[in-house]
């Protein structure tokens, strides 16, 4: 059976005139086959190998998401900036593939979440790999959500906003809001306040079977974003529901690469360089 190789890229950040043709050419020359248009496909992505992502963290955020429902592991090749969920750089890509085709890397389950909410009897829901963001206008007050933990209340302070993140996502946006960073083999799920009027608010670290309801009680607009996209406004006094679900991302981990050493190198201090 031929070899398939689906690509997912952000064409803003790659020279899709030059790179892609010499790309392509390459993996013909290895007796692979190059898919683009594989997303609703489902019996061309489950003919996939892998999916290789050139771009940035949101390239492989959004593959990675694409790719989970089949089981298909993700390559991220880092044409950003940070690219802190990106594997491989981009004058390594070569070596990588090679290593890829040879079977030299494992395979890394990351958690993810699903958010819901009730508009008129009809239940719409997200999936996201980082996070799920409520946040107010900015031409706006402080927004008041209130925070339910399988039913419990917690702390619920005038805020700019709120952040509900898987581990993969500790490194983002939550991290920025003050969170902590949490290794992406613990099952967990952090909730982190966006500039919270209250000296003791704090992030906390929640256990993955918790559903979080999450109750816009005050304000005039809150949006919400998953993973950054598919922007949503709630309306007063509506709940979104936050939970862990089965559902598993895949990436393809190469050996030499390990949590303690990409957080050093990509959150290091900048200041002087």
Known sequence: MAHRVGLYLNRSKINTDTFLPQLTVWFEQQGWETVFDWQNNEELVQSLDFILSLGGDGTVLKAAREAA???????????????????????????????????EYSIEERMMLEASINRSG???KFKVLNDVVFFREY????????????????????????????????????????????????????????????????????????????????????????D??????????????????????????????????VVREKLRDRWHE
Do not use: W
């Not at 969920?85 to 040879?102: F, H, N, P, Q, T």
């Not at 003050?178 to 992030?203: F, K, M, Y």
């Not at 950054?228 to 006094?237: E, I, W």
């Not at 709940?239 to 949590?259: C, D, H, Q, W, Y």
């Open 139 to 226: 031409s706006e007050h402080m927004i008041t959500l209130e925070v339910k933990l399988s039913g419990q209340a917690i702390a619920s302070p005038p805020a700019d906003g709120l952040i509900i993140a898987t581990p993969t996502g500790s490194t983002a946006y939550s991290l920025s809001a003050g969170g902590p960073i949490v290794s992406p083999d613990v099952e967990a799920i952090l909730i982190t306040q966006i500039s919270a009027h209250s000296l003791s608010s704090r992030p906390m670290v929640v256990s993955r079977h918790e559903k979080i309801d999450i109750t816009f009680t005050k304000g005039t607009i809150c949006r919400v974003t998953f």
């Open 69 to 103: 429902p089949f089981g298909i592991p993700v390559l991220g090749v880092n044409f950003g900036r940070l690219g802190f969920l990106c594997e491989v750089e981009r004058g390594d890509i070569y070596s990588a593939l090679r290593k890829v085709m040879s079977k």
């Open 122 to 124: 009809k239940i719409m």
């Open 228 to 261: 950054g996209g598919n922007v949503l406004v709630m309306n007063p006094g509506e709940t979104m529901r936050v939970e862990s679900i089965p559902l598993k991302a895949k990436f393809i981990r190469l050996a030499g690469r390990n949590f303690p050493k």
